[in-house]
């Protein structure tokens, strides 16, 4: 494959500068100076096996692949906020001063643009810090120019977007979602049906960037954004980063299923006291939250091949807003199994993470696949990309995997198949010829 090499600056452009993006933006400072390891990313510290076991080629991701370098990266963002990188992250109190202080100089020359923010869509927002425009179409010239502008005043080669902004209520695609044409008419009529997160997408999509959703936001799935994907040859990417509780749920569900354990019924509940969690008190920004958790069991454990061991389970998920607990979200669930006759059993998991912490390094390695994707000519939905989403997006006639092993599996194949080599498998037949 033809790969061109990343050459100059990327720009990062990120909707939302709050938490999550503020503390991947102070990590990455951090370590291009050597004081932090960019620990969770797959980009910087994962390897890749290469030929057969015993030829022991094993390089680092970051060394076999024409993967930016950190000192190549640009931060830019959008905020309802007006608050810099640096008082963003003070706020949102997920890094210990002496880290922030030691890049405040760096934080404080980011600041955010004006944010499209139509409050009907996340409810429990109220920012002043926001676009304004007579129909959706001029809100997406607006971040059009926003792209242009800031690419040119940076001096970047190109660039790519991860939205890190908050959860919208739950949308379903309509009418005006069906082609380009239908959609940029509803944008002139700034039609109701047309999310913040669309426009951002939309936006972006026309400036021929890269994009990754990091919500449950339907932000790209619909058929005009895939249309306009492939049109102008952009990869996209999403939805939902997976962090903590699901990142478990897809870690464990596929174990019990190797060893056809049976579940009769898994409860799950979050307590979180960040902006995410303040929007997420919102029954209808809960709603599209909670789609995007509950396809994980059915998707791993495909109840319709093995009714006698999931067919029946009573699957609960409740994500309830604790001030107190900040960042540090806490997620516990309650799993009931049965194993050998029948007999039941039960597991008990609390996981008490730091969502931020988790999520840093997913938007890191997604800026810098979803670019190098990019430039070696891929388009549309990049399925190998689904290990850091909660509800993968799929090629239409395609049905996401959940699993994380074989999610793993994929992006590491791809990368292969990118290097010119072959996929792996572990038959190991030819080993015993």
């Not at 996340?122 to 129909?135: A, E, F, I, M, S």
Request: aromatic residues 8%; proline residues 6%; charged residues 25%.
């Amino acid at each position: 494959m033809d790969i061109q090499p990343a050459r100059g600056k990327l720009a990062v452009l990120l909707p939302g500068l709050g938490a999550v993006a503020t503390t991947f933006i102070a990590g990455v400072m951090l370590a291009r100076r050597g004081i932090g390891v960019p620990v969770g990313s797959l980009s910087q510290l994962g390897t890749i096996r290469l030929g057969k076991r015993d030829e022991a080629k094993t390089p680092k991701i970051s060394d076999a692949l024409p993967i930016a370098k950190l000192d190549q990266l640009e931060f830019g963002a959008w905020d309802l906020f007006e608050d810099d990188a640096y008082a963003s992250a003070k706020h949102a109190n997920v890094l210990k001063p002496e880290h922030l202080e030691a890049i405040k100089e760096e934080l404080l020359q980011i600041k955010p643009m004006k944010a499209v923010f139509y409050p009907e869509f996340v409810k429990r927002l109220h920012g002043t810090h926001v676009k304004t425009g007579p129909t959706k179409a001029d809100m997406v010239e607006q971040l059009r120019a926003d792209i242009r502008n800031f690419i040119r005043d940076k001096g970047c080669d190109r660039a790519v977007a991860v939205w890190c902004g908050s959860t919208e209520i739950y949308t379903e695609p309509t009418a005006p979602h069906a082609t380009i044409k239908t959609f940029e008419r509803a944008l002139v009529d700034s039609h109701p049906a047309i999310t913040n997160s669309q426009m951002y997408a939309w936006a972006l999509l026309k400036e021929k960037v890269p994009f990754a959703n990091g919500s449950p936001n339907v932000a790209l799935d619909f058929p005009a954004a895939r249309e306009l994907a492939r049109l102008n040859e952009v990869p996209i990417c999403g939805k939902d980063f997976k962090t903590g509780q699901t990142l478990m749920k897809t870690i464990i569900a596929p174990g019990l299923k190797a060893r056809m354990i049976g579940i009769r019924g898994w409860y799950s509940t979050n307590i979180l006291g960040n902006r995410d969690g303040e929007v997420l008190d919102d029954p209808d920004s809960f709603r599209a939250k909670e789609v995007s958790k509950l396809g994980v069991l059915e998707s791993v454990l495909k109840p319709k091949e093995h009714p006698e061991l999931y067919g029946n389970i009573t699957h609960k998920i409740r994500i309830d807003y604790y001030p107190p607990r900040g960042d540090d979200k806490e997620g516990w669930d309650n799993i009931d199994i049965f194993g050998w006759m029948g007999y039941p059993m039960q597991m008990k998991i609390d996981f008490l993470c730091r969502d931020s912490i988790l999520a840093a390094p997913i938007v890191l390695d997604l800026a810098l696949f979803i670019d190098l994707a990019h430039r070696a000519g891929m388009r549309d939905t990049q399925e190998w990309l689904g290990f850091y989403f909660k509800s993968p997006m799929a090629l239409t006639e395609r049905e996401p995997d959940h699993d994380l092993f074989l999610q793993l599996k994929t992006l590491k194949n791809t990368l292969r198949w990118m290097l010119g080599g072959e996929a792996i498998n572990e038959l190991g037949a030819d080993y015993y010829e």
